[in-house]
């Protein structure tokens, strides 16, 4: 598998052979990008002219919300905005986001010392491991898990030491599993409700075990937070900082890019312990230059405007998956209903080969539960980024193929 992500660029320099690009070492510990098989086997499809259900994408169909992108669009107009904006954030962006956590958790963070913005929550996800991990040192990552945990991880030369998310235990880690040796030798703790790609939620008293963990012994913990407004049937998502004692150990990454289908401007925030954060900001300081302040004004706008516009993505939401869920269990497939996110994760045989099956026979894209780590193995993810006429139209096909 690793091959497939070898260079095939040859170089010829002054006489001397030379193969180039000479990646680095660290480049060969980055994970095979398997995604890239899945797109391979779909531009085939396509080629062929197959009708394709993409249920792969984590990325909202609908389209943001039209006061944000007016407000976009006149803060663009203004050339104060051309500048580079400051590293941190706009002091009001800053504000909106405390104000915001302050009105949705109960949670009150100091603007000025406890909110940095980000080019997205990838960003703070990506840099974090450079701030604090030490070559050889142990991050603990969810597995399944979002794939950044371990590549800011394994760029940083830290190891990642899995905590797998099965059935069993209710795709929540059993933090007494976690070796001493291992704890001990940790900076970081990774976790992620609700959660993708398995869609479980964070059970009681969950948060209050991992603060305790983290204090018991010296561990950072990154609380990924992206999907707490994209929730069903009454549940509400809760903030890991609104445990008693979070704010002293952790740091929550958030975004709005799944609130507010903002994928593509790339803003979100990292907020909670301000030392944690300023070792974040001071790697960022080195990297970027801030976020466009067009894009800073339009989230503001989102962050303090009607919410109405969350609640109706939520509604749509709400009744893909109940078409998808219904569908599923019809077909046969066993497995609990979301409470929250935008996926289904659906257990099946062997993932890649029930993968290439929807897509080469039915044309539905899903994507293999082991992309996103070895416990991923035995499920795939179903995105509901797709209206509910193609959820009914991809089960009615998935009902002809022999599954
Ligand atoms: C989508 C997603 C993110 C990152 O989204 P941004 O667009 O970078 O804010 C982070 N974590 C998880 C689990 C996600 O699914």
Not at 66 to 89: M, T
């Amino acid at each position: 598998m690793q091959t497939e992500f070898l260079p095939i660029v040859k170089y010829y320099y002054s006489g001397r052979k030379r193969v180039l690009p000479m990646y680095a070492d660290r480049m060969s510990n980055l994970p095979p990008y398997l995604f890239a098989r899945i797109d391979e086997m779909k531009a085939a499809q396509q080629k062929k002219g197959v009708d394709i259900i993409d249920l792969g994408v984590g990325d909202p169909d609908l389209p943001t919300p039209e006061h944000i992108v007016r407000s976009l669009c006149s803060a663009a107009k203004d050339p104060e905005n051309h500048h580079y904006p400051s590293y941190a954030g706009m002091p009001a962006y800053r504000s909106a986001v405390a104000d915001w956590y302050g009105k949705r958790f109960g949670v009150t963070l100091d603007a000025g010392s406890e909110v940095l913005a980000l080019m997205g929550s990838k960003d703070g996800i990506a840099h974090i491991a450079e701030a604090f991990v030490n070559p050889g040192d142990y991050v603990l990552a969810p597995s399944p898990g979002y794939p950044v945990y371990r590549t800011g991880t394994l760029f940083a030369e830290g190891k990642v030491h899995d905590m797998p998310l099965t059935r069993e235990n209710g795709f929540v880690p059993v933090l007494e599993d976690i070796p001493k040796k291992v704890a001990r030798a940790a900076k970081l703790l990774y976790i992620n409700y609700p959660n993708n790609p398995t869609a479980a939620v964070a059970p009681d008293g969950f948060y209050r075990e991992v603060v305790d963990f983290a204090r018991e012994h010296d561990i950072i913990v990154v609380s990924d937070n992206a999907y707490s407004e994209i929730t069903f049937d009454g549940y509400r998502a809760p903030s890991f900082l609104e445990i008693a004692g979070a704010m002293e150990v952790g740091i929550e990454m958030h975004s709005l890019s799944k609130t507010y289908n903002m994928t593509g401007w790339r803003i979100g925030m990292a907020v909670g312990n301000k030392d944690i954060l300023s070792g974040l900001g001071r790697v960022k300081t080195n990297v970027d230059s801030g976020v466009f302040n067009a894009v800073q004004h339009a989230a503001i706008t989102a962050l303090s405007g009607p919410q109405t516009c969350v609640k109706d993505a939520c509604t749509i939401y709400e009744e893909r998956r109940d078409v998808l869920i219904a569908g599923l269990r019809d077909l046969g497939f066993d497995m609990p209903t979301p409470k929250a996110t935008f996926y289904v994760w659906l257990p099946v045989d062997d993932c890649m080969s029930f993968v290439a099956k929807l897509l080469n026979e039915a044309g539905i894209v899903a994507t293999p539960g082991v992309g996103f780590g070895a416990s991923g193995e035995g499920y795939v993810r179903f995105a509901i980024t797709r209206p509910v006429a193609r959820i009914k139209e991809a089960i009615e096909r998935m009902r002809r193929l022999d599954l």
